[in-house]
């Protein structure tokens, strides 16, 4: 059936006479820059350190396929997160691309398989709609991407003898490798983090985007869809994409923790929550939120919300140091919610009642968790072990994000009326350093003055 759809939207000649004329008459492909990117060193460092790891093992690191979206469409390439860390290969990933660390040796080698250019006197370039350069774009040579990346190369079709002489191997399925590779990347190196300032730094211009898109927002229907655009917009020109779809979420919206549907209306005397990030083109990625008034200015109940959640992540802000367990900065940030909560008259108990693990009352309002590691993946470092993520010490180099809320849903019966329907979170991204943290996203305005000035300059067209 499948075949049968595919010749049947197949309109490429095969005739003799075709083939012989479309294979003929091609220039010599300009050679592409061979210089060594600046990733490679970091790469090489990490892939000799997963080895002394593995010593005695192959272990076979997949960057995956092309995922579909329906029939033969397929969504944007994006290669494993661990293939890339390992590779620094990113968005020029060759898809089922395969690094090899042979680990059995007295020195591993480390060897990357991928499917080079064709030859114009093959058909592939003209009739695979997946991967002939006719249909998506020229692929390297062995030897470009084998400068580039400062790691041997082969072609993707000796993989299968090699894999057959080498009997047992490792994948990322193992959960001993890609633990170890997710733990691998809880501290930053100097590469990462200058790629982290940078996505940090483009999604800030995201966010002045988002602001300037607000009075037309609010003039459309479905504004939430404007705001979510007007961010793409910065996402696609500046980086390779968003880091997770955008929350654009106005009203009582921003209650739902993952709004992505973002097809509500925009209205002035709403605040409206944004938790967006870009990706680079290296991959990393940004998380940020911001809650902004949609006409610029906080009413008095959603300025008492907002100073509340500011509060509990500037008490995480305050312990979040070297030596510290990771878990703690989200007890700190939990104590304030938890006093600010009983002071709104939102919880039967104390907030040392409330604080209890057998009670936690006042989660009602925040069920998230306050802080995750970022990176290559918004969630980074998913894989590692728990003892090592929330009870984890934090290091220098390590990057998170500290994001306490509150979410007064707008049917909740226990609220009084002029907080229900507020939702708001503030999200930044901060680099653990040798005595404390930086708030790599400090420049986007945090507090309620700043904010309501930031939205004035930024209508007025004073910054970009
Ligand atoms: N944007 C997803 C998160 O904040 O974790
Ligand atoms: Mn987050
Ligand atoms: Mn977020």
């Excluded at 083939?19 to 010599?28: H, P, R, T, V, Y």
């Excluded at 092309?66 to 469409?73: A, E, L, P, Q």
């Excluded at 660390?101 to 114009?120: N, Q, W």
Aim: proline share 4%; net charge neutral.
């Amino acid at each position: 059936m499948a075949s049968k759809q595919k010749s049947n939207r197949s309109r490429t000649p095969q005739s003799a006479e075709f083939l012989k004329f479309i294979s003929e008459n091609w220039a010599d492909q300009p050679s592409t820059d061979i210089a060594q990117w600046e990733v490679a060193s970091y790469a090489a460092k990490r892939r000799a350190k997963l080895a002394k790891q593995f010593k005695g093992k192959v272990l076979v690191i997949e960057a995956g396929g092309t995922k579909t979206r329906s029939n033969d469409t397929e969504y944007r390439y994006r290669p494993h997160t661990a293939f890339h860390y390992l590779t620094g290969w990113g968005t020029a990933t060759v898809p089922d691309s395969v690094l090899v660390i042979d680990a059995t040796g007295k020195s591993a080698t480390e060897t990357l398989y991928f499917r080079p250019t064709a030859g114009r006197d093959s058909d592939e370039f003209f009739a695979n709609p997946m991967i002939g350069e006719f249909w998506v774009g020229r692929r390297p040579n062995l030897a470009e991407v084998e400068s580039q990346l400062g790691l041997k190369t082969k072609d993707l079709a000796k993989l299968e003898k090699f894999l057959k002489k080498t009997g047992k191997h490792l994948t990322l399925a193992d959960q001993k490798l890609s633990e170890a590779v997710s733990t691998m990347r809880f501290v930053k190196d100097e590469y990462e983090i200058a790629q982290m300032r940078k996505a940090v730094s483009v999604t800030i211009s995201g966010f002045g985007d988002v602001v300037r898109s607000l009075p037309a927002a609010s003039r459309k229907p479905r504004g939430e869809r404007v705001v979510e655009t007007a961010f793409f917009a910065r996402a696609r020109t500046e980086g390779y994409d968003l880091g997770y779809e955008t929350i654009a979420a106005s009203g009582p919206n921003a209650c739902t923790l993952h709004w992505t549907r973002n097809d509500g209306d925009v209205r002035a005397g709403d605040l409206i929550l944004v938790d967006a990030g870009v990706e680079l083109d290296s991959l990393y990625t940004a998380d940020v939120t911001r809650t902004i008034p949609v006409n610029g200015k906080f009413t008095e109940a959603q300025r008492k919300v907002y100073e509340a959640v500011l509060e509990a992540a500037d008490a995480a802000f305050a312990i979040a140091k070297p030596g510290i367990k990771f878990r703690e900065i989200h007890n700190a940030a939990m104590q304030v919610i938890a006093r600010k909560v009983h002071e709104f008259g939102l919880i039967p108990v104390t907030p040392e009642e409330a604080l209890d693990p057998e009670r936690q009352h006042h989660r009602r309002y925040m069920v998230h968790g306050t802080s995750h590691h970022l990176g290559l993946d918004v969630h980074d470092c998913a894989q590692a072990r728990r003892e090592l993520y929330q009870d984890g010490i934090l290091e220098p180099g390590m990057i998170f994000t500290i994001e306490p809320g509150l979410y007064f849903h707008k049917d909740d019966l226990l609220v009084p009326q002029e907080l229900r329907g507020i939702g708001v979170r503030i999200e930044d991204d901060v680099l653990v350093t040798e005595t404390g943290v930086e708030n790599l996203s400090a420049a986007l305005p945090r507090t309620v003055a700043a904010i309501e000035s930031w939205y004035q300059e930024q209508l007025l067209g004073s910054a970009g």
